[in-house]
């Protein structure tokens, strides 16, 4: 029973490399998520996908990209790193958030550090 | 824009306390509520949601649901120290694909 599955769980990174963060569920949810968490900040929303084959920005989506792969897969990437987006990154699922819905999902995180 | 506040605490409660935590939510079209906990260095686990005015138990832990004064809370019977952690208030409104978390609020409990 997996849930939601990050990789990787650690990553640095230089100024201006690229990554691609992955992140699968198996709970056949609709929906999913990414967050980054920053001291003091609060879980910000970066992008979602309400439903396969649909992506939208969120509060702070400057510097990254999605893909929603299939219902199970949904890729963060990050194209040129800048040390403004060390954080930690949470991906999440939800069967979606209809009028009575069961929240949210989250995979275990990825610590990113980019010097 | 929708807002959630929380107090960042800390909150420090002894061992045994009722441990209180609220929340309050800008959005008057808000239908769903969740309580998430979160220990330091990983991620926000879901403990409780309530959709309806008035109280919901489970366990040790029972929310509370004030609509007309856009007011949730949690309360924490017989703490314990393993209850230590940031509590995430999370709310979801009719129409939107996302839920608007706080920024949480830290729990200590002394033995």
């Known amino acids: 029973n997996a849930g939601v599955t990050q990789t990787p769980k650690f990553q640095v990174l230089k100024t201006g490399q690229s990554m691609t963060l992955q992140c699968a569920q198996d709970m056949n949810h609709n929906s999913m998520y990414w967050y980054r968490q920053d001291p003091g900040m609060g879980l910000r929303l970066i992008y979602y996908s309400a439903s396969e084959g649909t992506t939208d920005k969120g509060e702070v989506p400057n510097g990254y990209n999605v893909s929603r792969l299939n219902k199970r897969e949904f890729s963060l990437r990050l194209e040129s790193a800048a040390p403004s987006q060390t954080s930690v990154y949470f991906c999440a699922s939800s069967e979606g958030l209809g009028f009575h819905n069961y929240g949210y999902t989250f995979g275990s995180g990825t610590r990113l550090t980019v010097v | ?111």
């Open chain 2, 1 to 111: 824009q929708k807002e959630v506040e929380q107090n960042s605490g800390p909150l420090s409660v002894p061992e045994g306390a009722i441990a209180s935590l609220n929340c309050t939510y800008s959005d008057r079209g808000s239908q769903s509520f969740f309580w998430y906990r979160q220990y330091s260095g990983k991620s926000p686990e879901l403990i409780m949601f309530i959709y309806s005015n008035g109280d919901k138990e489970d366990g040790r832990f029972t929310a509370q649901l004030n609509k007309a004064s856009q007011y949730v809370s949690l309360l924490i019977r017989d703490s314990q120290p393993s209850d230590s952690a940031t509590y995430l208030c999370a709310v979801a409104t009719v129409g939107y694909s996302t839920l608007t978390f706080g920024k949480g609020t830290m729990l200590l409990v002394s033995p």
